[in-house]
């Protein structure tokens, strides 16, 4: 391996404990859970021995997965910084080399480096990189060469002697289902943790972290501005909040001003929105093709909510003057009790499906656009709902608060059933749409000429419109 030089040299970056400690647990905020369950791990790998002697031991490797921007990279350096131990930062893509033998000897050296310093931990950063699926499709060629790489992570992770120098190995993906199963067996990975995007409390305290550092007129109406926000800011991940309280400085300091203000703060969170939605009001500047896409995508979602109606929490209006990546259908504040039945998880899986359907129909598969991107994934989030925590399903009685807590067959198991359910909502709704094609084209042409429909019209639309029969939907 000589020959290999300085490339097989790991590029991971070190950091020493004394810089680590920099970060804690404090840092993070929101999904309180999470926390408490690395804070145990910390109490372990701090005190090996004295949980050794009681048979327990740390975990060899930990995973944090979920969207970028939600904090993975911030625990894995609180761990290091809570324990007080020195910290590799690698990228699975450091390992992605087409020379032979170059993928292999860079993680050997990552892991002769750690131990070498011993209680430590390393971090690898987009895992998936090198730790994709063997045998799968090679994309972005060096297939072989990152084999070889994961095959030598294996190995590094297997040899760890369970009473000699702790090395703890976090690795963060944000593509968990691509993972090489190999990893997330016993004694490697074995402890997932999905870190998701913040709940509205969540997006609160991680505000609070981040206006720490700021100044504010108020305590007072420090609270209530941070508290506007976090309603304002539905699925924004921890990153993109941090850059709303970033850009408020910055406004501030441009205007002069001592203090941050509510209307640097809207004008922060428009910017932030801005970089995947436009955030304009005034329907007279969108543009037209984009403008139709909205007017079919409000439709649709309006036939499937007269389709499926529901009585608790009935809709109110919709309309084409602003831009958002969920549909502009407003709702009435839910009244009287929730009486959920299955029925009622299963159709609410097929209305969220209406906006990708719908532009997939008229647009085409390969001329989507990001105005119906949330659709599948609020979809995907509602089946996952139903199979994990009703005990409505084949899955099974038990709750499971996310997939996390899953072992690998049941992870598998919860795949296969939720793409039946997806498929099953995906061909209904089209169905449906299929059905009502008339009700959805006078709706569109409503919103094109208005801007906006009421329920009422919407009601009356649907009513009247002729009906083209559709086969049943198997489900
Ligand atoms: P990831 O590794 O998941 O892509 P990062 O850890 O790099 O995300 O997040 C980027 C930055 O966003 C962090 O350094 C932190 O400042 C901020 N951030 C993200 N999530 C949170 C959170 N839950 N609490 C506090 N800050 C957060």
């Given at each position: 391996?000589?020959?290999?030089?300085?490339?097989?040299?790991?590029?991971?970056?070190?950091?020493?404990?004394?810089?680590?400690?920099?970060?804690?647990?404090?840092?993070?905020?929101?999904?309180?859970?999470?926390?408490?369950?690395?804070?145990e791990i910390v109490r372990i790998l701090k005190n090996d021995e004295e949980f050794q002697d009681k048979?327990i031991y740390c975990?060899?490797?930990?995973?944090?997965?979920?969207?970028?921007?939600?904090?993975?990279?911030?625990?894995?350096?609180?761990?290091?910084?809570?324990a007080?131990?020195?910290?590799?930062?690698?990228?699975?893509?450091?390992?992605?080399?087409?020379?032979?033998?170059?993928?292999?000897?860079?993680?050997?050296?990552?892991?002769?480096?750690?131990?070498?310093?011993?209680p430590?931990?390393?971090?690898?950063?987009?895992?998936?990189?090198?730790?994709?699926?063997?045998?799968?499709?090679?994309?972005?060629?060096?297939?072989?060469?990152?084999?070889?790489?994961?095959?030598?992570?294996?190995?590094?992770?297997?040899?760890?002697?369970?009473?000699?120098?702790q090395?703890?190995?976090?690795?963060?993906?944000?593509?968990?289902?691509?993972?090489?199963?190999?990893?997330?067996?016993?004694?490697?990975?074995?402890?997932?943790?999905?870190?998701?995007?913040?709940?509205?409390?969540?997006?609160?305290?991680?505000?609070?972290?981040?206006?720490?550092?700021?100044?504010?007129?108020?305590?007072?109406?420090?609270?209530?501005?941070?508290?506007?926000?976090?309603?304002?800011?539905?699925?924004?991940?921890?990153?993109?909040?941090?850059?709303?309280?970033?850009?408020?400085?910055?406004?501030?300091?441009?205007?002069?001003?001592?203090?941050?203000?509510?209307?640097?703060?809207?004008?922060?969170?428009?910017?932030?929105?801005?970089?995947?939605?436009?955030?304009?009001?005034?329907?007279?500047?969108?543009?037209?093709?984009?403008?139709?896409?909205?007017?079919?995508?409000?439709?649709?979602?309006?036939?499937?909510?007269?389709?499926?109606?529901?009585?608790?929490?009935?809709?109110?209006?919709?309309?084409?003057?602003?831009?958002?990546?969920?549909?502009?259908?407003?709702?009435?504040?839910?009244?009287?009790?929730?009486?959920?039945?299955?029925?009622?998880?299963?159709?609410?899986?097929?209305?969220?499906?209406?906006?990708?359907?719908?532009?997939?129909?008229?647009?085409?598969?390969?001329?989507?656009?990001?105005?119906?991107?949330?659709?599948?994934?609020?979809?995907?989030?509602?089946?996952?709902?139903?199979?994990?925590?009703?005990?409505?399903?084949?899955?099974?009685?038990?709750?499971?608060?996310?997939?996390?807590?899953?072992?690998?067959?049941?992870?598998?198991?919860?795949?296969?059933?939720?793409?039946?359910?997806?498929?099953?909502?995906?061909?209904?709704?089209?169905?449906?749409?299929?059905?009502?094609?008339?009700?959805?084209?006078?709706?569109?042409?409503?919103?094109?000429?208005?801007?906006?429909?009421?329920?009422?019209?919407?009601?009356?639309?649907?009513?009247?419109?002729?009906?083209?029969?559709?086969?049943?939907?198997?489900?």
């Amino acid at each position: 391996r000589r020959a290999l030089g300085s490339l097989g040299k790991s590029r991971a970056k070190f950091i020493s404990a004394e810089e680590t400690t920099g970060v804690t647990f404090d840092d993070f905020a929101g999904q309180e859970y999470i926390k408490r369950e690395l804070q145990e791990i910390v109490r372990i790998l701090k005190n090996d021995e004295e949980f050794q002697d009681k048979g327990i031991y740390c975990p060899k490797g930990v995973l944090l997965h979920g969207p970028p921007g939600t904090g993975k990279t911030l625990l894995a350096k609180a761990i290091a910084g809570e324990a007080g131990l020195p910290f590799f930062a690698a990228n699975g893509t450091d390992f992605v080399e087409m020379f032979v033998g170059v993928a292999a000897a860079r993680v050997k050296d990552l892991f002769a480096n750690a131990r070498s310093f011993a209680p430590s931990i390393i971090f690898i950063d987009e895992i998936d990189a090198i730790g994709s699926k063997r045998g799968g499709p090679d994309i972005g060629g060096g297939g072989a060469e990152r084999e070889q790489g994961l095959l030598q992570i294996l190995t590094e992770m297997d040899g760890f002697k369970e009473s000699t120098s702790q090395v703890l190995v976090i690795g963060a993906t944000n593509r968990l289902d691509i993972l090489d199963p190999a990893l997330l067996r016993k004694g490697r990975f074995d402890k997932i943790i999905r870190v998701g995007l913040p709940s509205k409390d969540g997006r609160l305290a991680i505000l609070q972290v981040h206006a720490r550092n700021k100044f504010f007129r108020s305590e007072k109406e420090k609270e209530a501005l941070l508290q506007e926000i976090a309603e304002l800011t539905v699925d924004f991940t921890g990153a993109e909040l941090q850059n709303i309280l970033n850009e408020a400085g910055i406004l501030t300091a441009r205007k002069d001003q001592d203090y941050i203000g509510r209307e640097e703060l809207l004008e922060a969170l428009k910017r932030q929105k801005g970089t995947f939605e436009t955030g304009q009001e005034d329907s007279t500047e969108i543009p037209e093709e984009l403008k139709l896409r909205l007017a079919y995508r409000e439709a649709a979602v309006a036939v499937l909510a007269c389709y499926y109606p529901d009585s608790h929490h009935p809709f109110i209006e919709t309309d084409i003057r602003s831009i958002h990546s969920k549909p502009n259908m407003s709702y009435a504040e839910a009244s009287g009790r929730a009486f959920l039945r299955k029925s009622d998880h299963v159709n609410s899986i097929v209305r969220a499906c209406a906006p990708r359907v719908i532009e997939e129909e008229m647009f085409g598969v390969d001329n989507l656009c990001w105005i119906s991107a949330k659709a599948t994934s609020e979809a995907s989030t509602r089946a996952e709902f139903l199979i994990l925590q009703t005990g409505m399903t084949a899955f099974g009685n038990a709750y499971y608060r996310n997939q996390s807590d899953l072992v690998p067959h049941l992870a598998a198991k919860l795949e296969a059933l939720r793409d039946e359910y997806m498929r099953f909502a995906v061909e209904k709704c089209s169905s449906v749409l299929r059905e009502y094609r008339s009700a959805v084209e006078t709706i569109t042409d409503v919103l094109l000429e208005k801007g906006q429909i009421k329920a009422e019209e919407i009601w009356d639309i649907y009513r009247k419109a002729p009906r083209i029969p559709q086969p049943p939907v198997r489900s």
